[in-house]
């Protein structure tokens, strides 16, 4: 038990760390370059190696190539080291090669994410970056494995710091640019050797990412010899395994691809409402689900998964719905103060130096839209752990496509109705729209699966959360209407002084009500905290 509970702690500390030094490295990147033409060409090549990866690796890393090395391990008479070798060794080699070709064929790759015309600055720019941040491709990938092998042998720490490392090789980077180059956001003015900088010293980081996980891998005993004897890397089971996981991840790889070509184009119209504010607010709208949601989803599959295989189904209705219902109880009030407080947060965050506070309060705006989604995002994720508790990776795919294509479909008929203007803050409604169709088809679904998903006591619970929340809401609405009508806009500090009263004081009065309404779960919270601050 204590070994269990030092790993989650070493994790917990990991992911918090991960997350500041995540978003110190936005603001940087925001103060150094700005969020018009360079960020947009920036955020573009930035983007492509992760697409890339997803298609290739990352999306079937969790669902099948750990759960493959570990029954190596507890079947194979060497304990499976043979075939880690051999699996860093294909990893390393297609990786390698996919590095040189994405390099080669970066031109393609920028005209394939993006609305830009070849020749264009924006076009040249993004190429240019593209060539110095694609050689990251083989680092990432070969520090994924060595991760995913470090995972099975139950050392955390390292997985969980480097991306730390990664951060804070790349604010450097950002930093130094800034320091010692003139152009600033000025896509006319930037150098190659400033280009450079930039890309570069992104790659830089997850060098060093990955170099932390091969020297973790080392120090548990882990000798790296390449093997080419590929008969016996398993290929066909894991492709057989893998397949429905590829589906997904292809599918909205190609949802990913409309949306950067869809904002370039706006971003090309209205400078500085392009991919840059749509990528940063995306990012700042994950972060509650990914502090709050992640943790409670990693700790429901395993017991609902033991409830599905020993054939109780009242307890796997009884975990989704305290699940659903613990996460909603923080997600309602702050997906209504996203709504509200959207651009209190982001001026602060992202209105320094190359980045003006109008361009912040535009991202900002991003993310209120971005409130919307929250709430149905989450329940979505939650109603996927269903099907995956029964063992069934085939109708997550389905559901997803779905989601996908009423996405796409939404973000094309937004953006040729908005203006350009708006047309960022289109493409954020299409999602929050798509993901609650995609939340109710989900739910349809694995009510029918689990013989009902009780969704009156479910539904009762948010109408009370949110009623709950309404006064919160109020509150925060009259904050920024002084800020903004008396005191004559949002800048840094009227923002942060919106963000003390609307958001900390409304987040309390939210708990007050919450508790005063008998809401279990939030009641718990109150009491978890009174007890500590009682000692």
Request: charged letters at 10%; one cysteine or more; glycine letters at 10%.
């Amino acid at each position: 038990m204590s070994r269990m509970l030092r790993a989650g702690a070493i994790m917990a500390a990991g992911t918090m760390v991960s997350r500041v030094t995540g978003f110190v490295r936005t603001m940087v990147l925001a103060y150094a370059i700005g969020t018009a033409a360079l960020g947009d060409s920036y955020n573009a090549a930035y983007a492509i190696p992760y697409s890339i990866l997803d298609l290739l690796l990352l999306g079937v890393l969790s669902s099948v190539v750990v759960p493959m090395i570990v029954r190596a391990q507890q079947h194979d008479p060497d304990g499976g080291r043979a075939y880690e070798q051999r699996l860093l060794t294909l990893t390393t080699a297609v990786l390698v090669a996919v590095a040189v070709i994405s390099v080669l064929a970066a031109p393609l790759l920028i005209d394939l994410y993006t609305d830009w015309a070849p020749g264009s600055p924006k076009f040249d720019t993004a190429v240019v970056l593209a060539r110095f941040i694609l050689p990251q491709l083989a680092f990432f990938g070969v520090g994924a494995v060595a991760g995913a092998i470090l995972n099975t042998r139950d050392r955390y720490g390292a997985p969980m710091w480097a991306p730390v490392l990664n951060n804070v090789v790349v604010i450097c980077a950002f930093v130094l640019y800034a320091l010692v180059t003139e152009a600033g956001r000025d896509i006319d003015k930037v150098t190659t050797s400033g280009l450079a900088l930039l890309g570069l010293g992104t790659t830089a980081g997850i060098v060093a990412q990955a170099a932390v996980l091969i020297v973790a891998l080392r120090r548990v005993g882990f000798e790296f010899t390449p093997r080419f004897d590929l008969r016996n890397a398993r290929l066909g089971e894991m492709g057989k395994a893998g397949v429905w996981t590829i589906g997904y991840v292809v599918i909205t790889q190609l949802g990913f691809m409309l949306t950067t070509n869809l904002s370039s184009a706006a971003g090309d119209e209205v400078p500085g409402h392009g991919i840059s504010p749509y990528t940063l607010a995306f990012q700042l709208f994950q972060l509650p689900y990914g502090v709050i949601g992640v943790s409670v989803i990693t700790a429901m599959l395993p017991k609902m998964s033991r409830a599905v295989g020993e054939g109780r189904l009242d307890d796997v209705r009884t975990e989704f719905g305290a699940s659903v219902r613990l996460i909603c109880s923080l997600m309602v009030p702050v997906s209504l103060l996203l709504m509200v407080l959207g651009p209190a947060i982001t001026v602060p965050i992202y209105g320094h130096g190359a980045n003006s506070v109008a361009d912040a309060v535009y991202i900002g705006n991003v993310l209120q839209v971005y409130g919307l989604a929250l709430v149905p995002f989450s329940v979505f994720q939650l109603l996927l752990r269903v099907f995956y508790s029964f063992g069934d990776t085939r109708t997550p795919v389905f559901v997803g496509a779905g989601t996908t294509a009423v996405n796409a479909l939404l973000m094309v008929v937004f953006y040729a109705m908005l203006p350009a203007r708006y047309a960022v803050m289109g493409l954020a409604l299409a999602y929050a729209v798509a993901y609650a169709l995609g939340a109710v088809v989900a739910w349809t679904l694995a009510s029918r699966r689990l013989q009902g998903l009780g969704g009156w006591a479910i539904g009762t619970a948010l109408t009370r959360m949110y009623l709950s929340a309404l006064p919160t809401a109020v509150l925060a609405l009259a904050v920024v209407f002084v800020a903004t009508q008396v005191f004559d806009g949002l800048g840094f500090l009227n923002s942060l002084i919106v963000l003390a009263v609307g958001g900390g004081l409304g987040l309390l009065l939210y708990l007050a009500v919450a508790h005063r309404m008998r809401i279990p779960e939030v009641n718990s919270i109150v009491g978890m905290v009174a007890g500590r601050v009682g000692r």
